[in-house]
């Protein structure tokens, strides 16, 4: 989904005074009736229909009739319009640049922030695959509401930027949390790679090592990634790794956490055998590594994401893992980098979510062994080696080149 930020300039406060009255009667109406949005943003009916129909145009809501009546629901674009306007007031994000990222259930954007420095924005949007077709929806919503995605995507977010946080303050190396508002995280810009991009390492065994530890170290502390694998580790120049994307994450007193804590063991095992070629007899267990020394756990609940909370993102990724299972598919966010992906157009954009929503194990050992020629290789200053995904002038330029040549 694209980001345009630029009808924000011409969105008067009446606009946001309705998006928001939409947004506080989808509270308890899945669909909000005309009446409600006048009454809420305190405009009179003939005023809150004008902008009502102006952000239809927009397409910042869109307009539902069910049984009973006519109504409006806020959509993706219009809490994006939402969160951004409140960041913008706040000086966190002063301008949107280009997108470096998508996922199943995220989009990636490089933001200028104060003083112009370069920030990520992080836009959580649970529920737009196909798992919006998920129907068992009472573990966390009352049996009288209706499902709301944003509602789900707003807590991932608050779970991302408070884990984020507290991983920061006690010295984990995890980009540096900046803002957060509703289902958008803002974090720092972090200069490294994502670690499935890095074909060659000049020490496997090191790193291997360093992400052995951080697994350890994570557990001491009372937390499982729950995700750990070469999608979410970042690699910079001088070898350090960057932990990102956390809305997995879990406490070593979950019930499964000895399964959580296991499976991110062996899908660093396995990346390196695969990968690097690279297997060692030694890696952490769970019980006789991991004993808990701090309760990282216990400030994360502290710093505003409840347990309640908790329990409700989490019956959420259970039922999308299930269904995922049941659809054959492999259930991981990935991110991929502005090298891997070139934005040409919607169309592109949804033909990526499409195979992001493919990523089996089958499919990143394929795509290991792919053609050379779709990638331009680098090497920075450790000797590592970096695959790029050409983009489409680099390869156009490419082919002329050889046919020059011919």
């Known amino acids: 989904m694209r980001l345009d930020p630029k009808a924000l300039r011409y969105m008067s406060n009446d606009d946001f005074r309705v998006l928001t ?5 989808s509270r308890n109406h899945d669909i909000v009736p005309a009446p409600l949005i006048a009454q809420l943003s305190h405009l009179r009916g003939g005023g809150a229909n004008r902008h009502i129909s102006d952000l239809v145009k927009r397409k910042l809501i869109a307009t539902e009739q069910n049984s009973k009546y006519k109504g409006y629901k806020l959509v993706y674009a219009g809490y994006d319009y939402l969160a951004l306007r409140t960041l913008s007031k706040r000086g966190t994000v002063t301008s949107v640049g280009n997108q470096i990222g ?3 259930e995220s989009d990636i954007f490089v933001v200028a922030g104060e003083d112009e420095k370069e920030v990520v924005l992080k836009l959580h949007r649970l529920g737009r695959q196909s798992f919006r077709n998920v129907k068992n929806k009472r573990d ?6 209706s499902p709301s995605w944003m509602y789900m995507s707003r807590l991932s977010a608050m779970k991302e930027y408070a884990f984020m946080k507290v991983l920061h303050e006690n010295g984990f190396p995890v ?7 509703r289902h958008c995280v803002v974090m720092e810009f972090v200069e490294a790679f994502p670690l499935r991009q890095i074909s060659q390492v ?3 065994g090191k790193l291997y090592s360093k992400l052995m530890d951080l697994i350890v170290r994570l557990a001491k502390y009372g937390l499982i990634h729950g995700d750990f694998n070469e999608f979410n580790i970042l690699l910079k120049d001088d070898g350090t790794p960057i932990l990102i994307d956390f809305p997995q994450m879990v406490s070593t007193s979950h019930p499964n956490a000895e399964f959580y804590f296991n499976r991110d063991v062996d899908c660093i095992r396995t990346f390196f055998k695969r990968r690097y070629n690279y297997e060692s007899v030694l890696y952490p ?3 006789l590594d991991s004993d808990k020394e701090f309760d990282l756990d216990v400030q994360v609940a502290a710093s505003g994401f409840t347990k309640k909370d908790q329990s409700q993102l989490e019956s959420y ?3 999308l893992s299930e269904q995922a299972r049941n659809a054959g598919e492999d259930y991981s966010d990935e991110l991929p980098s502005d090298e891997e992906i070139v934005y040409e157009s919607d169309e592109d954009d949804e033909a990526q979510e499409d195979i992001d929503g493919q990523g089996s194990a089958a499919d990143r050992d394929q795509e ?6 779709e990638y331009t290789v680098e090497t920075d200053r450790l000797g590592n080696t970096i695959r790029r995904k050409r983009t489409a002038d680099a390869s156009a330029n490419n082919k002329d080149s050889s046919s020059s040549k011919d």
Request: glycine residues 12%.
């Open 175 to 181: 980009p540096v949390p900046v803002d957060q508002n």
């Open 102 to 104: 998508v996922g199943k």
């Open 21 to 25: 009255a939409i947004e506080v009667g």
């Open 317 to 319: 990724m259970n039922e």
């Open 140 to 145: 966390y919503f009352r049996q009288d509401q």
């Open 202 to 204: 000049g020490e496997p």
């Open 285 to 287: 267990k769970f019980g």
């Open 368 to 373: 290991d062994s792919s053609d050379d020629d």
